[in-house]
């Protein structure tokens, strides 16, 4: 914690909050709330949000990594992946959805740093984060 002072009063604020990785967590069946608690345990932010409004938030907290169900409403996550690629070079996408190796070919076309099967455990999310995994054939 650091201190700040403000009209003679000492604010204690968190030390480099900003530094913190930040994690966009797009709401649909496949986010679990252990995923949430996984990263916050872990130090990160996390921010929780619809599958468009996710690419917003995306943005304007410069997201370490967004975390995507393969529907996750109107636009595809697949599309979705695909455009936060593009505009977020440094930001890592992670698709989530069911056991099938087509979405899995469908993700990695699309740009995706990962494809995380559904249910799945918070452990094998945050490799998948972090980079901790590897695409398999």
């Known amino acids: 914690m650091t201190k700040n002072r403000s009209n003679g009063t000492a604010v204690r604020t ?14 649909a069946g496949a986010r679990t709330p252990e995923w949430d608690r996984v990263f916050r345990r ?5 921010a929780v949000a619809d ?10 907290l410069r997201a ?3 975390v995507l169900p393969v529907e996750p409403g109107t636009e595809s996550g697949l599309l979705t992946c695909a455009k936060l690629v593009r505009e977020l070079p440094m930001c ?4 989530v959805g069911p056991e099938n190796e087509e979405l899995e070919r469908f993700a990695l076309f699309a740009g995706a740093a990962a494809y ?3 249910g ?18």
Do not use: C, F
């Not at 968190?14 to 709401?27: I, N």
């Not at 890592?92 to 698709?95: E, G, Q, Y």
């Not at 799945?120 to 054939?137: F, H, I, K, S, Y």
């Open 42 to 46: 872990l130090g990160w932010e996390v």
């Open 14 to 27: 968190p030390a480099d909050r900003s530094k913190a990785p930040r994690v966009v967590l797009a709401t």
């Open 64 to 66: 370490t990594a967004v």
């Open 92 to 95: 890592r996408v992670v698709l």
């Open 116 to 118: 995380v099967v559904e």
């Open 120 to 137: 799945a455990p918070g452990d094998d999310l945050v490799r998948a984060v972090t980079g901790q995994n590897v695409w398999e054939n």
């Open 51 to 60: 599958g468009e409004e996710s690419r917003r938030i995306a943005h304007r």
